[in-house]
């Protein structure tokens, strides 16, 4: 392969083998994958040197940390989006992926990825999608608190970034990336189908309920805070809000909460970039005064009735909560399998991004110092008794944006209602609401299946409990349900919730 300079001619593969990793990584996916397909010596640079074209596809978005915490999640998200499910390749499958995950360090080796072309165009779609829903998320912060909403819509079309006082810190940044990968890894693993009767992939609530426990309790704060925010720009886009999105308590997942449309869930558990492309290709309408909008009618009308089975059941079915009489000092326990609180420190992430932000740490330690701490403790109380459905973050709120909001909030009525998310007032009519909900009802509610064929599996310490342990965890049976559950661990089979 012989490349043209001004004067000379000359051939790339005599080119030291740095110069030929630079090169070839100018190029764009598709032409890179002509010359690999073409060209042998091509095909072995990038096989060999497969980690400098990774870090190469890491620089062109700046904004995204290329350590080994961030690198675990991406190489999972695309190894279990080009195979079968862990669940799906037998009763083990899923415990032993899910402690591959929970040892992932430093130390521990990346999952094995094909060195070609197509894994660089998949960790490019994710990383560019990572960053397309950062720079909604900072939307959606300064439409709150009075932005130029023209200016920011540019900015969002163009998918560039820009720079006010809402912009996030660097640990925020690392903290919402890391929780947006999360949440993708989730999408990958658990995404509903189309159908809902299609029942292979139905009620893997046990295996959601293993995959939250894997993580840290401030980590599944953050995966609910993302799963919120995202709600809100999905439920903000199609005008749906207030009416079948879900409530949830800002930095207590799980707690009080209520599902939202079972229709809306499903849409979620698509995952970042189709959740992109369907914002993307359904753009709102110009000059349109109408505060409700048909198009989610149109989209939900096309689907089966669900169950709220994706994200909401199984995570309010990990955790168990103690609070004082008060019911203000919450106590979070994990089970069956506990996690450490504090995580490891990883090489090239932000000090402080292994424990939970500020705002998290003050709900549950609350301490009982000066009155400026008292000020601050009821604050982020407001704050939270503000953001009912859990959209706007609050789970990644350092003290410096906490000060800035409440010094926004106390005194200018629009911005409280903008925090909120829409005043009921001004909302559409009554008539469009019920045919909103009955579209897609909110509360439809989680039903669990007994089936002896499934894959689902629990932890070894759920086996080893047994029954007592699994009526704990998953609700009551009854007394047939208990029957069936010990015939078959007697026989070996495995059960489905």
Known sequence: M????????????????????????????????????????????????FPSF?????????????NQ?????IYRI?????????????????????????????????????RTVQTLNSLDQIIDSIEFWMIRFHHSLTIVYGGNLCDITLAVLQ??????????????????????????LYCVLFHQPADHRDHSFNGRVAEQALFLQSLQPFMIAE?????????????????????ISRRSTAMVPGSQSRPGGAKLEHVMSRGLLELRQLILHTP??????????????????????????????????????????????YKVVSYPSKVPISMRRWNGAPEGTNDGSWAYTMTYTKPSGSDSEAREIAALERAVNGDQFNWRGLVFWERERLK?????????????????????????????????????????????????????????????????HLTRLYGMFSAEEMVRYRSAMTSGISMDL
């Open 2 to 49: 012989e490349l043209e300079h001004p004067g000379q001619r000359f051939r790339l593969f005599d080119l030291p083998v740095e110069i030929q990793i630079r090169i070839l990584g100018l190029l764009e996916n598709s032409n890179l994958d002509l010359i690999t397909s073409n060209f042998r010596q091509a095909a072995s640079v990038l096989r060999d040197h």
């Open 54 to 66: 990774v870090q190469l596809a890491f620089d062109g978005f700046p904004g995204m940390s290329n």
């Open 69 to 73: 915490e961030i690198r675990h999640i």
């Open 78 to 114: 695309i190894k279990v989006s080009r195979t079968l499910r862990p669940f799906e390749r037998g009763p083990m499958a899923f415990v032993r992926w899910i402690r591959k995950f929970q040892a992932r360090s430093d130390d521990t080796p990346l999952p094995a990825l094909p």
């Open 159 to 184: 998918n560039t970034s820009w720079e006010n006082e809402y912009s996030f810190t660097s640990v925020e940044n690392y903290r919402i990336r890391r929780a947006l990968l999360l949440f993708q």
């Open 223 to 243: 995966l609910d805070g993302v799963y919120g925010m995202i709600e809100w720009i999905l439920a903000s886009h199609f005008r749906i809000s207030w009416h």
């Open 284 to 329: 709102k309408l110009t000059g349109d005064p109408r505060p409700y909008d048909e198009r989610w009618n149109k989209i939900a009308g096309k689907m089966q009735a669900f169950q709220n089975r994706f994200f909401m059941t199984a995570l309010g079915k990990c955790w168990k909560f103690q609070s004082d009489n008060a019911g203000t000092n």
């Open 404 to 468: 800035r909001h409440d010094s926004r909030i106390n005194f200018d009525p629009v911005v409280m209602a903008n925090f909120r998310g829409q005043d009921p007032g001004n909302g559409p009519p009554n008539a469009w609401v019920e045919r909103l909900k009955a579209t897609d009802p909110p509360n439809v509610g989680y039903q669990p299946r007994l089936r002896p064929l499934s894959t689902a599996m629990f932890s070894q310490y759920t086996l080893l409990s047994g029954a007592q």
